[in-house]
C-alpha cells in the first residue's frame, strides 16, 4: 500500500499510538494544577480574608503574583521545553508546588502565605500547565494535532470540574490550611509518579513520528523557523492578534473563574452553589474543548473563536441581569464552551501560524505579552466591588473588551495549514 504524501501511513496501525497515552498523561496533570489553582483560588479567598484581616482585594493579589511570576519565567520555561527534558522539568515543578502548598498551612502571616502559594501556583501553571502539556502535543501530533489539543485541554476543564466540590468540602472539614496539606498531597501521589513514569518528551526518544506515521511529515518550502527572537515576534501581526486576542479571553475567563464565588454570593447564592457553577462551567468546557478541537483542522479558527467570543459574550449578559441560580447555571454553561474553545485553538494557530520545533518559545513569549490582560482581568471584578460595592462596572468593562478583541481577530492571517 503506498502512502499519500500529504498523510503518512501509520507505523502500526494496530497499536496505540504512543502520542495518545502522552494526551492522557497531561490531562491528569493539568486537571490536578489547574483545580488546585485558578479553579480552586476563589474557595480560598474569603476564609484566608477572615482570618488574617484583609480585602478580597489583597487575596486576590495572590492570583495576581502567580501570574506575574509565571509570565517572568515562561520565555525561559518555553525555549527550555525546545531544548531540554520536558518530563524533567514538570517534575522538578511537581515538587516545588507539593512543597510550597506544605508550607501554606504552617505560615503564620498573610506575606509568606502570598509567597508560598505564588511560587506554588506559578510552578503548576507554567510547568505542569497549558505551556508544558501544549508542547508536548505539538511535538506528537502534527496532521491531527487540533484534535489532540483539543482531548489534552480537557484536562484543564476535568481539573474545574472535580477540585472546587473536594477543595470546598475539605476546607468545610480542617479548614483552608488543612486542604492546602490536602492538595500537597494529591501533588505528590498522583502529578509526580504520572510525569516520571508516562511523559516522554519527543517521538524520536523513542522512534517514532509525529502521528503514529511510518516516515516524518515532510516540511514545506517556506518552512517555519525553530527560533524566535522576541523582536522578531513583536513585530510579527499575527503574534500581536493572536496574544492581544487570546489574552483578552483568557483574561476575562480567569477574572470570572478566580471571582466566580463572591460574585455568586453577591447575588445570594451560598459556597456550595458557587463550587456547583465552577463544576458545571467545567463540565461544558470538557464539551467544548473536545467539540473546538476536533473541529479546529477543517474550519477557519478565527470563526470558532468569534463563536467562542459570543458564548462568553452571552454569560456577561446574564451576570449582568442578576438572575437566579438556574439562569446563571446556563449561562455558566456557555462560559464552559467558550472556556474549552480558547485553549486548543491558542495551540492551534501557534502550530499554524509558527510551527511546532519553536512551539514552546513562541508560547511561552506569548504569556508574558498578555500580561497587562490577564493581570487586568483577575483584578478588575474585586477593585469594582471594593470601589463601588458591585461587580457590575466590571462585567460591562469585559464585555468592551471582548468587543474589542473581535473586532482586532479581522486582521489575523492564517498561513496555508503545513505538517511541520
Same mark, same amino acid.
Given at each position: ?36 489553582? $485558578? ?86 501553571? $507554567? ?239 506569548? $504569556? ?53
Amino acid at each position: 500500500m503506498v502512502a499519500d504524501s500529504k498523510q503518512p501511513a501509520l507505523a502500526n496501525p494496530a497499536r496505540v499510538f504512543h502520542g495518545w497515552r502522552i494526551v492522557a498523561s497531561v490531562v491528569v496533570i493539568q486537571a490536578i494544577s489547574a483545580g488546585l489553582t $485558578t479553579y480552586s483560588f476563589g474557595l480560598f479567598q474569603l476564609p484566608i480574608a477572615q482570618e488574617f484581616g484583609v480585602s478580597r482585594s489583597a487575596v486576590s493579589l495572590g492570583m495576581t503574583g502567580a501570574m506575574l511570576l509565571g509570565s517572568a519565567i515562561g520565555p525561559w520555561l518555553g525555549r527550555a521545553l525546545d531544548r531540554r527534558s520536558i518530563r524533567g522539568l514538570m517534575l522538578a515543578a511537581g515538587a516545588l508546588m507539593a512543597g510550597c502548598y506544605f508550607a501554606m498551612a504552617l505560615v503564620p502571616s498573610i506575606e509568606l502565605l502570598g509567597l508560598c502559594f505564588v511560587v506554588g501556583a506559578a510552578a503548576g501553571q $507554567t510547568a505542569l500547565g497549558p505551556l508544558a502539556a501544549s508542547k508536548l502535543v505539538a511535538t506528537w501530533f502534527s496532521r491531527m494535532r487540533g484534535r489532540a489539543l483539543g482531548v489534552s485541554a480537557v484536562g484543564t476543564s476535568a481539573g474545574g470540574l472535580l477540585a472546587p466540590p473536594l477543595v470546598a468540602a475539605a476546607i468545610t472539614a480542617w479548614g483552608w490550611r488543612g486542604a492546602a496539606v490536602a492538595s500537597a498531597t494529591v501533588v505528590v501521589l498522583i502529578v509526580l509518579p504520572t510525569v516520571a513514569l508516562a511523559i516522554c518528551s519527543r517521538p524520536s526518544d523513542l522512534g517514532l513520528h509525529p502521528d503514529g506515521a511510518s516516515e516524518p511529515p515532510p516540511r514545506p518550502s517556506g518552512a517555519h523557523p525553530s527560533s524566535w527572537s522576541f523582536r522578531q515576534l513583536v513585530r510579527n501581526r499575527n503574534f500581536c492578534v493572536v496574544t492581544v486576542v487570546i489574552g483578552t479571553i483568557f483574561g476575562i475567563i480567569t477574572g470570572l473563574i478566580t471571582n466566580l464565588p463572591p460574585l455568586a454570593a453577591e447575588m445570594g447564592l451560598e459556597p456550595q452553589r458557587a463550587a456547583l457553577l465552577l463544576s458545571i462551567l467545567s463540565f461544558s468546557g470538557v464539551a467544548g474543548k473536545l467539540c473546538f478541537g476536533a473541529i479546529a483542522d477543517r474550519l477557519d479558527k478565527r470563526l470558532l473563536i468569534w463563536i467562542g467570543m459570543a458564548m462568553l459574550a452571552g454569560f456577561l449578559l446574564i451576570a449582568l441581569s442578576r438572575p437566579g441560580f438556574g439562569v446563571l447555571a446556563g449561562g455558566g454553561i456557555a462560559l464552559g464552551f467558550a472556556l474549552g474553545g480558547a485553549l486548543p485553538l491558542w495551540g492551534a494557530l501557534i502550530g499554524d501560524c509558527f510551527g511546532s520545533e519553536a512551539f514552546g518559545e513562541v508560547m511561552g513569549w506569548m $504569556t508574558p505579552a498578555m500580561l497587562p490582560l490577564t493581570v487586568s482581568g483577575v483584578q478588575l471584578l474585586p477593585w469594582c466591588y471594593d470601589t463601588f460595592g458591585s461587580y457590575e462596572r466590571g462585567l460591562q468593562g469585559f464585555l468592551a473588551a471582548l468587543a474589542l478583541a473581535a473586532s482586532l481577530l479581522l486582521l489575523l492571517r492564517l498561513p496555508e495549514r503545513a505538517s511541520d
